[in-house]
């Protein structure tokens, strides 16, 4: 298995374009996580979903962003419009429900909004 | 809310040394807690957990519910311990909520 895929590894946009970011967890996996990295705030849980369902999504920041995971094997990460403080580098992980904590991380999409 | 907290950004520690990074959490229940590394270039990874009580790459952690800490320890630094270093807390029971990430703390091993 490759582990968690995510794409594009980068992304640099202009303010005001709308984002997509792209995750494919690993076949199996229950949950799904959308994680946000800055400097300034850590690791931070945005939303996650067990068998494709929205759990909690308490730490979406704003209604620009919103995620969806129409099917087991992809979710998406959507900023619209995108703002320079969107700026950082987003995670998508996943797990098992019995080996809970335990998450698979994928290797990161870095957003850069101009 | 939850928070974890490490108070160490950078750590830096020769070659053979101890190492310790500190970590402290608020809950008031029992929480689960777990130590996440990321090497360079490669993916955050789990390291320990508390319940395992297991020791990984020479590493070990020990819960202190007194103290609402998590240290990460180990007595002889090598090289390739050099990574950034995360503390995770899980607050409910069963399933596999998100864990709550402390800020970091990246660790340099001095030759």
């Known amino acids: 298995d490759a582990g968690v895929i995510q794409s594009p590894r980068h992304e640099v946009t202009e303010m005001g374009q709308e984002v997509t970011l792209r995750c494919k967890p690993i076949?199996?996996?229950?949950?799904l996580f959308w994680y946000r990295q800055t400097m300034m705030r850590g690791l931070e849980l945005l939303i996650y979903?067990?068998?494709?369902?929205?759990?909690?999504d308490s730490g979406m920041p704003e209604d620009r962003f919103s995620a969806k995971m129409p099917n087991a094997s992809f979710s998406t990460l959507k900023i619209q419009p995108s703002e320079p403080r969107d700026s950082a580098v987003y995670f998508c992980?996943?797990?098992?429900?019995?080996?809970?904590?335990?998450?698979?991380f994928g290797e990161g999409s870095r957003l850069t909004v101009l | 809310a939850q928070r974890v907290t490490q108070p160490e950004k950078l750590l830096s520690v020769f070659k053979g040394a101890p190492v310790e990074l500190k970590c402290n959490y608020s809950?008031?229940?029992?929480?689960?807690l777990f130590w996440y590394v990321q090497y360079s270039r490669q993916r955050l990874q789990l390291l320990l957990r508390?319940?395992s009580r297991e020791s990984i790459k020479g590493f070990t952690a020990d819960l202190n519910k007194g103290e609402t800490s998590f240290h990460l320890k180990k007595p002889f630094a090598q090289e390739e311990d050099s990574a950034m270093y995360y503390c995770?807390?899980?607050?409910?029971?069963?399933?596999?909520?998100?864990?709550?990430f402390g800020k970091g703390t990246h660790l340099i091993i001095q030759p």
């Open positions: 992980a996943s797990s098992l429900v019995r080996v809970a904590g335990e998450l698979f």
């Open positions: 076949s199996g996996h229950d949950y």
């Open positions: 979903f067990n068998n494709n369902v929205p759990i909690d």
């Open positions: 809950y008031s229940g029992s929480p689960e």
């Open positions: 508390h319940i």
């Open positions: 995770a807390l899980m607050v409910s029971g069963g399933g596999a909520d998100g864990l709550t």
